[in-house]
């Protein structure tokens, strides 16, 4: 993986994202792996998802949440730090990735009742990414900028699950925190796909 088309993250230099690299390279696992099990955390997390009445279902989709963003970070480094990078990484580091946010996202919907809003927002990710990588490809930088990239909407997950959670504890049969983080990945992600497409347009007319 080519270091310039890498998501810049404050966590990758730290000294335990370090540790948890050399750890992983310590029992043999490879980037590719790791992307795999991002993709299992992923449907783990998914299928916690679709019963939001459940406190500690919503609880297990948080933790499987954080568990698929530590696999994003760590299969990078593997490659890249670890000098562990297979001719088919850059597919490993791309399609899991987009697997793992329909499958939160998409259930997150259903569990809700709210199964078209789950899917505009998995449609919606995947167009953010496609427009960051169509400008690697017209040569230009990828652009990860916000408000609503991958880490932040799975950020805002993450705090739905966690609120939510606490919502069926104290107000049981009351679902209104989920479906307010869906609508508000949607937009800001509808906001995020329209920001970088502009700035895409913006490059490719100054460079011209």
């Known amino acids: 993986m080519a270091t310039e088309h890498r998501r810049p993250l404050k966590s990758r230099g730290t000294a335990w994202a370090a540790l948890a690299a050399r750890g992983a390279i310590a029992i043999g696992l490879g980037p590719n792996q790791i992307s795999l099990l991002s993709m299992l955390f992923a449907a783990a997390g998914a299928c916690a998802l679709m019963k939001p009445e459940w406190p500690w279902a919503l609880l297990i989709a948080a933790l499987c949440i954080q568990f698929r963003l530590l696999c994003n970070l760590l299969d990078g480094m593997v490659a890249v730090e670890g000098g562990r990078g297979t001719a088919t990484g850059p597919l490993w580091n791309e399609v899991p990735d987009r697997v793992a ?7 997150a919907g259903y569990g809700m009742g709210w199964t078209d809003v789950g899917w505009a927002c998995a449609l919606l990710a995947a167009l953010t990414a496609y427009v960051r990588l169509l400008g690697g490809t017209l040569g230009l930088p990828q652009d990860f900028s916000g408000p609503q990239a991958k880490p932040q909407r799975m950020a805002l997950l993450t705090l739905a699950c966690l609120l939510g959670a606490l919502e069926s504890w104290l107000l049981p049969g009351s679902l209104l925190i989920m479906p307010s983080a869906l ?14 497409t502009r700035k895409r347009a913006a490059a490719l007319r100054a460079r011209a």
């Open 183 to 196: 609508a508000l990945i949607a937009i800001g992600t509808l906001w995020t796909l329209v920001r970088r």
């Open 101 to 107: 946010d329909t499958l939160f996202l998409v259930a």
